[in-house]
């Protein structure tokens, strides 16, 4: 520390007043020369204060829910034994990827029910074909063999039999509908068996079947997809803090520290305390289409108020402390600064705005300005010393 202290002492050439005058918020408590060498080798430099806003802000610990709009229920479509479950709660899943297998006992049924039917439909149209030919051939001796009774007769049969046909059509067509069912976006069939599939992206909530247990359309949904598309972010709100927040004000998530933030809205405000954390709860319902958030991950937010504060802005870094006040190092005349007490309001992405003692367009030390601050801590040191 003492040779730091020499060193600084032997590039800042400073004068010094009473340390007093550091509470006086328009009176420079300590003014400090330094030369172009002590501003390059110290790597010193400056910015000048402009006029402008800064919102205040909450930065806050938060976590991810999933909507429970957003859970896909999934029932087979047929009813039987499962043969394979695929997937494991937790598990990421994608569009059109199997879930389970099961031996389809109504499909096997419904396919059954099926032949029969296109069995029947060939019975019907061979008799139809039959009453075609009698009613033909009975036209062609229509009064000579035949007579007109049993024309009509034949005609009568024919009828009955294209009736039959059409019936027998309508029944196959809707059994082969029904066995569509079996190819949609939730199942396909192969053989015997049908593959239960996932129609959405998304994660795997909770398997409630096992392989060898028996399951029907109208049970328990054997698995439940979550959908990641969009997800809740729930920020936990010291009570102090709640009254600067409201519905419909900007919010930023960050999903790791680095990250690009989401930028959303805050949606809703719980009105009491949670117990369990003592925190007011903040809602965000946010886009989540690359589902970088996920269920139960801890992320950090910032909640913005709507009100805002103005003054003058300065680069963060310029800010110090001296005897706990905040104080920033302006420049007064060339090589020369001085020491202001200023009050700050909101600091945000490397800006603070001041709301009193420094006005627009002077300039202050931004990177290097703790060495100033060491000068003036060191001050007493180097006066007894010199």
């Not at 429970?68 to 695929?86: E, T, Y």
Request: neutral net charge; hydrophobic residues 40%; contains cysteine.
């Amino acid at each position: 520390m003492k040779r730091k202290s020499t060193l600084l002492a032997s590039i800042l050439a400073c004068s010094f007043q009473s340390f007093s005058a550091l509470a006086d918020q328009t009176t420079p408590a300590t003014a400090i020369t330094i030369s172009d060498e002590a501003l390059m080798s110290e790597d010193i430099q400056t910015a000048v204060s402009t006029p402008g806003a800064l919102p205040y802000h909450v930065d806050t610990p938060a976590y991810v829910v999933t909507d429970d709009r957003r859970v896909a229920r999934i029932r087979p479509v047929g009813s039987g034994r499962v043969a394979n479950v695929a997937v494991v709660a937790g598990q990421i899943v994608t569009k059109g990827q199997p879930l389970l297998t099961y031996e389809n006992f109504t499909l096997n049924d419904e396919t059954q029910q099926q032949l029969s039917a296109e069995a029947a439909l060939q019975e019907a149209r061979a008799r139809r074909e039959n009453a075609r030919q009698l009613y033909d051939r009975a036209r062609t001796l229509k009064g000579g063999a035949v007579s007109v009774g049993e024309l009509e007769r034949r005609a009568s049969a024919l009828r009955e039999a294209e009736a039959l046909v059409h019936g027998r059509e309508a029944l196959l067509q809707t059994m082969k509908q029904h066995l569509q069912r079996y190819h949609s976006t939730t199942e396909r069939s192969k053989g015997s068996q049908s593959v239960v599939v996932s129609p959405i992206d998304g994660v795997v909530a909770s398997i409630n079947v096992a392989t060898g247990q028996e399951m029907t359309a109208s049970g328990v949904a054997p698995v439940e997809i979550l959908d990641l598309s969009h997800v809740w972010i729930v920020s936990q709100v010291d009570e102090e803090d709640a009254p600067l927040i409201r519905p419909g004000n900007r919010q930023q998530t960050w999903v790791a520290p680095g990250a690009v933030p989401v930028t959303s809205r805050i949606d809703a405000i719980e009105g009491r305390v949670d117990p369990r954390t003592q925190h007011i709860l903040a809602r965000s319902f946010i886009d989540n289409p690359k589902e970088h958030f996920r269920p139960g991950m801890l992320v950090k937010t910032r909640l913005f108020s709507s009100d805002m504060v103005t003054g003058i802005l300065v680069p963060s870094e310029a800010l110090q402390t001296l005897d706990g006040s905040p104080c920033v190092f302006v420049r007064t005349a060339p090589h020369r600064y001085a020491v202001r007490m200023v009050k700050i309001g909101p600091t945000l992405e490397g800006q603070t705005v001041i709301t009193s003692g420094l006005q627009s367009g002077e300039t202050v030390v931004t990177k290097g300005s703790f060495i100033l601050k060491s000068q003036v801590i060191l001050a007493p040191e180097t006066e007894a010393n010199g």
